[in-house]
């Protein structure tokens, strides 16, 4: 029985164990139609609701598939707005793993982070060490990420989830996370297929075929 049924009971009980007057037999008849009232205007509510669940499924006319559509359209100008206007729709990410951990772990992590839904096409990374011989080669492994954001995810989630990927292998000061723009986006990318000079990249970057060629590594890899 629902809430307005209960009320409406009570007071049919009241008069039917009582010599009720005419006020209130009037008094019933205005409650009733009171609760005819609430009825349709929750009807009205909810037929509002189920309305703009067929809006968002497409389920009406061509008019409101048109404004569906347009309305999709703005929002992910808008997501993609206001990246520019924070200089956050790519993500520079350069992750050191602790000297004990096994390559294989961590290649095996940081194919899990690439291929996670918070980053899109667009992203690519590179896997370095930072060995000057043959001898070291291979030691002071790490990787860099250019990742594209996914503008439906936030930059702090984004850079949680990441953290979370890598946590047991690496401590924070280890994880060189930076929300970065399109021209920056650029300059990484070079960085990733270009070559490296300065502050003793050279003589690293030597080495670097050399340590991907022996664990079977492309030279880069993107989506």
Same mark, same amino acid.
């Given at each position: 029985m629902s809430i307005l049924s209960k009320l409406s009971q009570i007071r049919l009980d009241k008069v039917a164990s009582s010599n009720f007057s005419d006020k209130e037999m009037s008094d019933l008849f205005d409650f009733q139609n009171w609760c005819n009232s609430v009825k349709e205007d929750w009807k009205r509510a909810e037929i509002k609701k189920i309305l703009q669940e067929d809006y968002k499924l497409g389920q009406l006319g061509a008019d409101e598939k048109i404004m569906l559509a347009h !309305? =999709? $359209?703005? @929002? %992910?100008? &808008? =997501?993609e707005n206001l990246a520019k206007d924070h200089n956050n729709a790519y993500v520079w990410l350069s992750v050191r793993p602790s000297p004990k951990t096994d390559f %294989? *772990?961590?290649k095996t992590k940081c194919e899990k982070l690439f291929e996670r839904n918070m980053f899109k096409p667009g992203s690519m990374y590179v896997y370095e060490q930072t060995g000057t #011989? $043959? $001898? #070291?080669?291979? #030691?002071?492994? +790490? @990787? +860099?990420? &250019?990742? *594209? !954001?996914? &503008?439906?995810? =936030?930059?702090? &989630?984004? *850079?949680?989830n990441s953290y979370n990927t890598f946590k047991d292998i690496c401590n924070i000061n280890a994880f060189d996370w930076q929300n970065i723009g399109e021209d920056f986006s650029k300059d990484k990318k070079e960085y990733i297929l270009g070559t490296k000079t300065g502050d003793g990249k050279d003589a690293k970057q030597h080495f670097d075929p050399l340590f991907r060629e022996r664990n079977s590594l492309k030279s880069y890899y993107e989506r």
């Amino acid at each position: 029985m629902s809430i307005l049924s209960k009320l409406s009971q009570i007071r049919l009980d009241k008069v039917a164990s009582s010599n009720f007057s005419d006020k209130e037999m009037s008094d019933l008849f205005d409650f009733q139609n009171w609760c005819n009232s609430v009825k349709e205007d929750w009807k009205r509510a909810e037929i509002k609701k189920i309305l703009q669940e067929d809006y968002k499924l497409g389920q009406l006319g061509a008019d409101e598939k048109i404004m569906l559509a347009h !309305r =999709k $359209e703005n @929002a %992910i100008k &808008l =997501k993609e707005n206001l990246a520019k206007d924070h200089n956050n729709a790519y993500v520079w990410l350069s992750v050191r793993p602790s000297p004990k951990t096994d390559f %294989i *772990k961590f290649k095996t992590k940081c194919e899990k982070l690439f291929e996670r839904n918070m980053f899109k096409p667009g992203s690519m990374y590179v896997y370095e060490q930072t060995g000057t #011989t $043959e $001898e #070291t080669c291979g #030691t002071g492994f +790490h @990787a +860099h990420f &250019l990742l *594209k !954001r996914n &503008l439906d995810y =936030k930059p702090c &989630l984004c *850079k949680k989830n990441s953290y979370n990927t890598f946590k047991d292998i690496c401590n924070i000061n280890a994880f060189d996370w930076q929300n970065i723009g399109e021209d920056f986006s650029k300059d990484k990318k070079e960085y990733i297929l270009g070559t490296k000079t300065g502050d003793g990249k050279d003589a690293k970057q030597h080495f670097d075929p050399l340590f991907r060629e022996r664990n079977s590594l492309k030279s880069y890899y993107e989506r």
